[in-house]
């Protein structure tokens, strides 16, 4: 879902930018309270490890693929504002080094999958801790919090370039085709972080912190 | 100040499988379009020449041979973005310290 350069008009990049930006200050800023000298290697590993998963796409159905975002999986093991840290550094690189989304798109691209992907899949993920107890609710929470984060990314995505005056169409065109295809790519980031986080459910569980509020319980992390 | 920042056991191991996995699935990754370029073909917009020349374009190394090229691509994707990490945790811990 990384946006290119070309696909966005100016006034429309920078909007995004600062749209971005707006949520990258107090996230960076909060990010501050997760990170710790005990969690650089879990941020290092699973940072790393969404990057190679981006690589990787997926075949869908009808010539289409689609690849992980992993803004859920990483907002469950680090809280949601290091996720959005990582997300950015992510794109950053992909951006800078490997040609992957545009630089003039990086704002947008920020802003759909370090925010509004991190932030709709982490508080799914939280609600339905609360509702559901146990290993159950973790798993349940990532599987529908990764499910929706796509499907939102893909919805602000959708926005972005039918307002954009370089799509020859609105976004009553624009929306309902990313939706399309997204809503499928989106099972496959669900059924990928889920099975990601049962296995460490059963291997090394101290790694996935219990929630409070909005955020995770920073002083669990039992890291050994 | 002086931080301690070491690996233990099980982020040695993940480290090891990230590579692993990287290493099994580049060859049974999709070429496919992803969802939005899917879109855009659809509605007929291509993309323009992008505004900076990124060093290893599309994740591929010309150093003979598709997996090879591709692999080492994502080896030095996976370390400097482990690098970055490492380094901006580092100066958040600074910051805090001062702080």
Known sequence: ????????????????????????????????????????????????????????????????????????????????????????????????????????????????????????????????????????????????????????????????????????????????????????????????SSAIVAVVLKTNSSLIPPVKGFNIVVEYSSLK | MVLKVSFPRWAKISLAVIILLLAVFIPLASAFPDGLERVAETLGVVESEPVWHAPIPDYFINIGGDWLGTFTAGLIGVALTAAVIIGVSILYLKFKKHS
């Open chain 1, 1 to 192: 879902m990384h946006i290119p350069d070309g696909f966005l008009d100016a006034a429309l990049s920078i909007s995004m930018f600062i749209l971005a930006a707006l949520a990258w200050a107090p996230s960076f800023y909060k990010a501050n309270k997760n990170i710790s000298e005990k969690n650089i290697p879990l941020m290092a590993v699973l940072t790393a490890g969404v990057f190679a998963a981006q690589m990787l796409n997926f075949p869908i159905i009808g010539g289409t693929s689609g690849h992980l975002i992993g803004a859920t999986l990483i907002a469950v093991f680090l809280g949601p504002f290091p996720a959005v840290v990582s997300l950015t550094i992510i794109l950053l690189i992909q951006g800078l080094v490997f040609g992957d989304g545009g630089l003039t798109a990086l704002g947008a691209n920020s802003f759909n999958m370090a925010v509004i992907a991190v932030f709709s899949g982490f508080l799914v993920y939280a609600l339905i801790r609360k509702l559901i107890p146990g290993d159950k609710g973790v798993i349940t929470g990532v599987f529908i919090g990764s499910w929706i984060s796509v499907i939102l990314a893909a919805l602000a995505c959708g926005l972005e370039i039918g307002l954009s005056s370089i799509f020859p169409y609105g976004v009553e065109v624009t929306v309902p085709a990313m939706l399309f295809w997204h809503v499928i790519i989106a099972f496959g980031e669900a059924l990928i």
